[in-house]
């Protein structure tokens, strides 16, 4: 997947002048996951930027460069240093538009890597996605494999708002796939439908999608249809191709790495009550990390829910 | 024009790479014995970070960064520090901690991928390590603060690195340290690269000391590769922050002879023969050639350091490979005084869907499914 991302990132730079990166370690280093690798060399140092080791420095100097002419792609090295560059997302990147009615606006897509399971260090495995869905004004996305890594992230850089692109670390070298590199995006604020079944719906998203395949083909074997969506977009969700699914199944089943509390698993879980809640035969079912700090990588998969979490929850709901 | 203000940054090194004095020797240092200890312990601190790097490459330790090249820094500025004073860590000063009482054990079980090891038993009262860069200052400036408030003659001590002084936390340390006079001292480690960015691409100042400047305290630079120098320069600003004169910027000058971490590799973006020229400087030598010359160390001696060295290591990773894995319980002990009521419930699941029982997962460090390369570590 991460060479998907990079591609991407060579077909917009190659196609769009306006198109910077920018980052720590992004430059000669091709950045810690090498999602950069080779951009420096091909497009020069003033459009693939080292910068100073400061997060609110490449969220602010990104608002600064989006209002003026210029389409930055920043990389924050890990989710768990997102935060200093929260107050200029927060207050200015996702506003700028709106308090300027539509005169100024952030064309910026920030990426960082997203989760845990491959025994990084402390702050290197959050997935902290809701902090983010919870702000006005902004796209949150996160793809699930390298083909949709690719045409996402073209479709977030060509988006005229500013888009948060959590890559799953899990994934960065976890599957292998042709990608084909012709500068076709994939639709935002869509979900995808990864298998289609009558039995249960599996709302899913990132490397939580490798867990609920496995469960799916589980499940499968011992005679049970389960439909999996990919979330893809986690803000706006896209509530019409899940509340289409729930019609058909009748049972939901969301899973996700990030905590359960206030987690993006209870936004879908209250718009399938508010608008699906006759078509639904069982109790909506979240499979989600638990209410604590990620652990340190020695428990680090006794927190990720495990595949057979996630069957038992699908087995909850045709039971119940 | 009248000029309003004007600064100036002193340089200090006492030591030079030969291992010549070209100051006039420190009173600590006249005590050859306190000498040998320093030396000892900068070795001491080598042999570990070695074993360290070759455990995470045979699969038993994560993703570590080493300290190699910078043991006169830290082990000077343990030797500076007062056991009752606190240590606001980054991540790589193990030959601080280490002087300060944490175990080659604790450090492992920390990089092993386990919360234990940061709780140490030698100074209860030091930080945690500290990975999200800069932040640490403010820590160590608000721990000063209460030393002020509890009218305590204590003092805290932060490191950070070159790369970290561009983050907005580390100057807003200095201005709340020069504005409140705060018995703080931060250490600059300018070990020239913050992973892949070299000192020159973070700030256009010629020093990292003159960053003291615009927050009215003053600012130092050291030979970080220079024990002596670099235990006087701190025993000084702390001595100055214990009797309420106020904080320090010390900027001590080292390299990173290492990668930054076991996932990175710095000949991707730096050459040779820089890494070549530092080793020429490095902190060993010229203390060694120091104590050979007053006749306080020679062949036999230094042998048997290193056996002595080899043995205390071997034992802390016979007690690290030994240390069973956590409960998952342990995910939810320690988050609150006492855990929540909804919480009772999850650790219930987490016990139930513990992986424990799994083949590799019950030993530190268990080889990752995937490459290293694939978990770098940023920062």
Known sequence: ?320 | MTIVAEFKIDYRQILDPNGRLVAPLPRFAEDIDEVVKMYEAMTRVRVFDTKAVNLQRTGQLGTYPPSLGHEATHVGVGAAMRPEDVLAPVYREYGTQLWRGVTMMEILTYWGGDERGNDFAGPRHDFAWCVPIATQTLHAAGAAMAFKVRREPRCALAYIGDGGTSEGAFYEALNLAGARTLPVVFVIVNNGWAISVPVAEQTATKTLAQKAVAAGIPGIQVDGNDIFAVREVVSEALETARRGAGPSLIEALTYRLSDHTTADDASRYRSDSEVKEAWAIEPMIRIRKYLVEAGAWNDAKETSLLQDCARQVDAAVAEYVRLAKPSTDAMFDHLFAALPAHLHEQRATARKYSSSSKPGSSKPGAPPSQPDASKPSGH
């Not at chain 1, 479709?155 to 292998?176: G, K, N, T």
């Open chain 1, 1 to 320: 997947m991460v060479e998907a991302i990079a591609l991407a990132h060579g077909w917009e730079m190659q196609h769009d002048d306006a198109v910077v990166v920018i980052g720590q370690d992004v430059g000669a280093n091709g950045g810690v996951f090498r999602a950069t690798a080779g951009l420096q060399a091909r497009f020069g140092a003033e459009r693939v930027q080292d910068t100073p080791l400061a997060e609110a420095t490449i969220a602010g100097m990104s608002v600064g460069m989006a209002t003026h002419g210029l389409k930055p792609v920043a990389e924050i090295q890990f989710m768990g240093f997102m935060y200093p560059a929260l107050d200029q997302i927060v207050n200015h990147m996702t506003r700028m538009r709106y308090r300027t009615r539509g005169r100024l606006s952030c064309p910026v897509v920030i990426r960082t890597p997203h989760g845990g399971g491959i025994h990084a260090p402390e702050h290197h495995s959050e997935s902290t996605e809701t902090l983010l869905c919870h702000i006005p004004g902004i796209r949150v996305v996160c793809p699930s494999s390298p083909a949709r890594a690719y045409g996402l992230l073209l479709a977030a850089i060509r988006d005229p708002d500013p888009v948060m692109f959590l890559e799953p670390v899990r994934l960065y070298r976890a599957m292998r796939q042709e990608v084909t590199d012709d500068g076709q995006a994939l639709p935002l604020d869509r979900c995808f439908v990864l298998r289609e079944g009558n039995d249960v719906t599996i709302v899913t998203w990132g490397a939580m999608t490798l867990e609920t395949l496995r469960a799916e083909a589980d499940l499968a074997a011992r005679g049970i249809s389960a439909e999996v969506i990919d979330l893809a977009t986690l803000s706006p969700i896209d509530s019409e191709t899940i509340l289409a699914s729930v019609a058909k199944t009748g049972r939901l089943v969301i899973v996700h790495e990030a905590a359960r509390n206030v987690g993006v698993g209870a936004e879908i879980a209250a718009i399938v009550a508010e608008h699906a809640l006759y078509d639904l035969q069982a109790p909506i079912q979240r499979v989600a990390g638990f209410d604590t700090i990620m652990p340190l990588f020695r428990l680090e998969h006794d927190y990720i829910p495990s595949v057979q979490r996630i069957i038992d929850a699908v087995h909850f709901t045709l039971t119940d």
